[in-house]
């Protein structure tokens, strides 16, 4: 006798025919039932976005600024939450949590002493609507916020200051991060884009 691990049937006869009328969409035939692959104890971590950086790496080309750029395009491609003044909102990328945003001033400046007082101001108080945004909508417990300012304090993207805000919650640490390296991150980023776009308070 041998090992049925998928449980499935083995007999031709219990499946229907790929051309039989009354087959539903999506049932397995014979043949697919054999080649779909053994189940197994392993959970499934469904990133799409990260395509983005298979593909093309952080940068969008060599030289440019993805933080200037970002702006020149449609919110949704760019993944801009808010357009304000001197500053404007956007999703991060690569995000540490769910909700990851950043607050950007338009002009390409690396550092907070370089920041001109309007942009000072605007990067506040557009931190501050952030914060009440993503409690409304995701019911977050707590926050990170800060700016990682030269390359050897772990700025990513040195050349364009930009301020991370991090939602979190209770009970959110895992091994995850410090085992395996990997964050799970239940929702698209541009789902909660438009969510937070939506709940943005209009002027």
């Known amino acids: 006798m041998t090992d049925n691990p998928s449980g499935l049937s083995q007999n031709p006869e219990d499946y229907p025919t790929p051309d039989d009328p009354s087959r539903e969409a999506g049932a397995p035939t014979w043949m697919s039932s054999e080649i779909g692959g053994v189940p197994d104890e392993f ?6 976005y990260r395509m983005v ?7 969008p080309d060599a030289g440019a600024c993805p933080f200037c750029l970002a702006p020149t395009l449609a919110d949704e491609n760019g993944l801009i939450v808010h357009r304000g003044e001197h500053a404007y909102v ?3 990328l690569y995000p ?3 909700g990851h945003i950043m607050v950007n001033p338009y002009r390409h400046i690396g550092t907070y002493d370089q920041a001109n007082a309007d942009e000072i101001a605007e990067i506040g108080a557009l931190t501050q609507t952030a914060m009440r945004v993503l409690g409304e909508t995701s019911r977050c417990d707590g926050f990170n916020i800060g700016m990682n300012q030269g390359r050897i304090a772990g700025a990513g ?3 364009h200051l930009h301020q991370h805000i991090v939602p979190r919650w209770a009970l959110d640490s895992n091994f995850f991060p410090i085992i395996a390296k990997t964050k799970a991150i239940p929702r698209l980023i ?8 939506a709940a943005w308070p209009k002027d």
């Open 43 to 48: 959970q499934r971590l469904w990133t799409p």
């Open 96 to 98: 540490y949590n769910t």
């Open 190 to 197: 541009e789902e909660i884009r438009a969510e937070l776009q």
């Open 157 to 159: 993207i040195a050349d």
């Open 90 to 92: 956007i999703m991060n």
């Open 53 to 59: 950086y298979i593909k093309s790496g952080q940068m």
